[in-house]
C-alpha cells in the first residue's frame, strides 16, 4: 500500500536549517507530483511546496520563498525540504502529500525557538 513517512523534524533555533525526508513506497514514485504541507497549531493546514514528478517544476508559498527548497530524487523514493533561515512562524508539523492519491504521511514536528 502507499507509504509516506517524513523524517529529519527537530528543534532549531531561528536563523537556522533543517532537512526534511519523506521516503514513499507502494507506489511509482517517480509518476507523481508530490507536495509538502503544514499546519500549525490551531490553523488550518497549508501549502508549501510542490514539485513535479520530474523535479523540474516547482511552486513555493510566498511565505517561504527564497528559504526553503523542494527537490527529489526519484532513485531513492524520496523527496526533500531543504529549510533556511527559520523562523518562529515556521513552527508546524510538516506533511508530504501525493496529491493524486490523496495520501499522506504522518507528519514530523518542526519547532523554531530559542
Known amino acids: 500500500q502507499v507509504q509516506l513517512v517524513e523524517s529529519g523534524g527537530g528543534l532549531v533555533q531561528p536563523g537556522g536549517s533543517l532537512r526534511l525526508s519523506c521516503a514513499a513506497s507502494?507506489?511509482?514514485?517517480?509518476?507523481?507530483?508530490m507536495s509538502w504541507y503544514r499546519q500549525a497549531p490551531g490553523k488550518e493546514r497549508e501549502s508549501v511546496a510542490d514539485?513535479?514528478?520530474?523535479?523540474?517544476?516547482?511552486n513555493y508559498a510566498d511565505s517561504v520563498k527564497g528559504r526553503f527548497t523542494i527537490s527529489r530524487d526519484n532513485t531513492k523514493n524520496t523527496m526533500y525540504l531543504q529549510m533556511n533561515s527559520l523562523e518562529s512562524d515556521d513552527t508546524a508539523v510538516y506533511y508530504c502529500?501525493?496529491?493524486?492519491?490523496?495520501?499522506w504521511g504522518q507528519g514530523t514536528q518542526v519547532t523554531v525557538s530559542s
Open positions: 502529500y501525493a496529491r493524486l492519491l490523496g495520501s
Open positions: 507502494g507506489f511509482l514514485f517517480s509518476a507523481y507530483a
Open positions: 514539485i513535479s514528478s520530474t523535479g523540474g517544476s516547482t
